[in-house]
């Protein structure tokens, strides 16, 4: 099909200006584009440059030496990992806690969120998320420390369950394997809700005041008010954040599991970060700890982009 010289003259009149629209926009928001050149810089020299570093699974790596002289081993790390028994207990851990601290952490944050929506006295409303969210800012040591002091044979939970008669005798619950998961998922709840209840705060605050006005027109309660309006106001953020929380499945880190833990309830602390930690920078097998950063980063890619296109699907709302 043949275009007639009217309709490429149009088309490159129309091509000219775009670009004379994005040269002018380009100009418009410089300053806004000089301000993320520093954070684009971070990205590329500590997150993107550092892949060349995942050669060193492809090789049985010795220090020393450069990267073309290692000497080249194919999936020989990946087979060695997939054919140890510790490698499945701490992918079972690391998705067993991860999927107790999504549902019960989200649920809580909301919850949370909704609660202090409710309260009308300013200062008390402040006071309360001031309270909230302060123990985000406090080191996972002094967080695991604490902990254990409360749940101690000696410790308050103890000392309040034989007071009220519920027990007889002082529980050791860190020395419980099958406790150990909700210690750590009641433990990061406490933890991290103030802190993730704040973007739903915003979210709530966001919503049109007319429709609440509306629905009291109506005769609609607080709680009638929350399961028609805010909930449903609020889904598209909570849908986002679920999705990105999908994505960090596997990156939960080794700090709370490896200060709350002991050799007793080690089967159950063990999980993916931590087995990398000892069993392969621990043991200087650089090139086995490589392969498995490469396989976390392969299941995490993968189950961000299955999160979000099964909630494009859904038709409730998506990352991109």
Partial sequence: MQVSVVDAENIRFKRKKEKKISWKLLKKQRFLIFMSLPFVI??????????????????????????????????????????????????????????????????????????LNEIRNIKFKKSVQTISYLPHFISWVVAA???????????????????????????????????????????????????????????????DPELYDAAKVDGAGRIRQIISITLPS?????????????????????????????????????????????YGIGMFRYSFGTAIGIFKSAVSIILLFGANKLAKRAGEGSLV
């Fill in 42 to 115: 971070w990205i590329i020299v500590f997150k993107y440059l550092p892949l060349a570093g995942w050669s060193m699974a492809f090789q049985d790596y010795k220090p020393g030496k450069s990267m073309f002289d290692q000497t080249w081993v194919g999936f020989k790390h990946f087979k060695v990992l997939f054919n140890e028994p510790q490698f499945y207990q701490s992918l079972q851990n690391t998705i067993a806690m991860s999927l107790l601290a999504l549902v019960f952490g989200t649920i809580c944050a909301i919850t949370f969120a909704l609660l």
């Fill in 145 to 207: 420390s604490i902990i254990t002091s409360i749940l101690a044979p000696s410790g308050i939970m103890n000392e309040l369950l034989m007071n009220f008669h519920i027990i007889s005798t002082p529980i050791n619950f860190m020395s419980d394997p099958s406790l150990f998961w909700g210690i750590v998922t009641t433990g990061d709840i406490w933890k991290e809700m103030g802190w993730n209840a704040i973007i739903y705060l915003a979210a709530i605050t966001a919503i």
């Fill in 234 to 278: 609020i889904k598209p953020t909570i849908i986002v954040l679920l999705i990105m929380s999908i994505g960090n499945l596997l990156n939960i880190g080794f700090e709370k599991q490896m200060l709350l833990g002991n050799p007793i309830v080690a089967d159950k602390s063990l999980v993916i970060d931590k087995y990398a930690l000892d």
